[in-house]
């Protein structure tokens, strides 16, 4: 699956708790991406980064942040879980430009009871 | 073939029938619209993207078509198998290298 890891794969956590997903790519993309899947709402962007240290909001990122400390690594943390936060996340890797291709990560199921 | 003429949540196909999903997109200045195709408990996987100034592109068993005018995509899957039971989900380029989704449409195909 071009070299996407997002961990963990499923997580129950109770609101008001910090979380972190992990996305760890081996493809040297510059550009990683967290999106959130609602039923309805398909694919909505959270955050982005386009480089080391480089990372930019998405249409949905109250309540969370993300960090990018090494080329292969996009952490995305919600900082104080809320049950609105209850979906499934995935990574992307890829420009997403005319042209190229983007690839996604399996998901992380994220249930905040 | 069955088709929906205004995006619809669901679409049901007899196998060997041709699909049509459909989608409208929000930006006119988009330049650029992929299909991505979902299945159970796995990310979204491209199947055939398109330029705006082109309005057809042919894929293997799939077509996509733009119709800019009325901010119109359509994926066209030929012979439906089994295989292709999944979520459609068509994305527009905004800028900056971002997608934006649609709600996606759940093929299913009987047999």
């Known amino acids: 699956d071009a070299g996407i890891t997002q961990s963990p794969r499923h997580k129950v956590t109770e609101t008001g708790t910090p979380v972190t997903l992990r996305c760890h790519q081996t493809e040297n993309h510059r550009y990683m991406y967290w999106y959130r899947q609602d039923p309805g709402h398909g694919l909505r962007l959270i955050h982005y980064?386009?480089?080391?240290?480089?990372?930019d909001k998405g249409e949905v990122s109250d309540g969370y942040s993300v960090s990018r400390s090494k080329t292969e690594d996009f952490l995305l943390t919600l900082e104080s879980a809320t049950s609105s936060q209850t979906s499934v996340y995935f990574c992307a890797i890829g420009s997403m430009g005319a042209g190229t291709e983007a690839f996604f990560g399996q998901g992380t199921r994220l249930t905040v009871v | 073939g069955e088709s929906v003429g205004l995006h619809l949540p669901t679409l049901s196909v007899q196998e060997g029938d041709n699909s049509i999903i459909n989608c409208a997109y929000s930006?006119?200045?988009?330049?650029?619209f992929i299909w991505y195709k979902q299945e159970s408990g796995k990310g979204p996987q491209f199947i055939i993207d398109i330029r705006s100034n082109m309005d057809k592109r042919q894929g293997q068993r799939v077509t996509v078509l733009l119709n800019k005018t009325v901010k119109h995509l359509s994926l066209q899957i030929a012979a439906t198998q089994p295989g292709d039971s999944a979520v459609y989900f068509c994305?527009?380029?905004?800028?900056?290298?971002?997608?934006?989704f649609g709600a996606g449409t759940t093929v299913t195909v009987r047999a």
């Open positions: 980064s386009y480089g080391v240290k480089d990372t």
């Open positions: 930006n006119s200045a988009s330049d650029y």
């Open positions: 994305a527009e380029n905004m800028d900056d290298y971002k997608l934006s």
